[in-house]
């Protein structure tokens, strides 16, 4: 099996810079995963990315969870949703084809784009103290996003910031600490899910793993000094990355 370490290692360092600050590694990582690894299965390269995101997602919530004060009544609540909607997500996708769900995710996130575009103000500072009945708006926010990423996935890093930014006041860099804690429980699930369903490249994965985890260290040093503001604009920079993803891929099938 032949591959090359210099396109693997750096594209998993960049992919755990850009996860770390407001995810969409995977756009990163995946497409020179199969670049590199075209005779290997679907399944065993999504579950060799996961492998190399969780490395970088976790060292990323716990240097945030060091600096940033994470609302554990809201987001705990919300993580276990998200494992049984990814669950469900998952089962749902033997009876309706994925497709069917791009046009509506692509108007979803030209929505998110122009609304966080035109409020200049959303985001750079949290707004409003949380209250109980959020736990349970939590849980929906879970089972929601858990199950869209369990059945379609792209995207699901930038909906959670800005569901914790819309629905619970937060600023985008203590939505961009939950949002991670989020990610690397459902990291886990996707895993045990790929795992079952073919061999992983451990080796590889574990070697990328590594260099995601310094480029999440990076990244998370760089959003902690230069504050929401710049997830803010690092956020809308990714949003439209994941549109253009999507357009292209309406067009070219």
């Known amino acids: 099996m032949e591959f090359n370490w210099l396109i693997l290692a750096p594209a998993a360092f960049f992919a755990g810079m850009v996860d770390a600050v407001v995810g969409g590694g995977g756009l990163i990582q995946i497409p020179v995963l199969l670049s590199q690894f075209p005779q290997s299965p679907i399944p065993s390269l999504f579950g060799t990315n996961k492998v190399s995101s969780i490395a970088g997602t976790g060292s990323a919530l716990w240097r945030f969870a060091r600096t940033v004060q994470i609302p554990w ?46 409020r200049k103000d959303l985001g750079h500072a949290s707004t409003r103290e949380l209250v109980p009945a959020d736990r ?97 604009q690092a956020f809308l920079a990714v949003v439209a990355i994941l549109i253009v993803k999507m357009l292209w891929d309406m067009v070219h099938p």
Not at 194 to 210: E, K, N, Q, R
């Open 73 to 118: 009544a809201v987001v705990l609540p919300a993580t276990f949703a998200a494992l049984i909607g990814a669950w469900l997500g998952a089962a749902v996708v033997a009876w309706l084809p994925r497709e069917a769900m791009r046009p509506l995710v692509l108007v979803m996130m030209l929505a998110v784009a122009i609304y966080t575009f035109r």
């Open 136 to 232: 349970w708006r939590g849980v929906a926010l879970g089972l929601a996003i858990g199950f869209y990423d369990g059945f379609f996935g792209p995207g699901t890093g930038s909906f959670l910031i800005f569901a914790f930014v819309r629905l619970f006041g937060m600023d985008f860099l203590r939505a961009s600490a939950s949002a991670k804690v989020i990610n690397a429980a459902t990291n886990v699930s996707a895993i045990a899910f790929f795992a079952s369903h073919g061999p992983l490249l451990w080796g590889v994965g574990l070697v990328m793993a590594a260099c995601n985890l310094i480029g999440a260290q990076v990244g998370t040093v760089v959003a902690l000094k230069r504050g929401a503001g710049f997830v803010r």
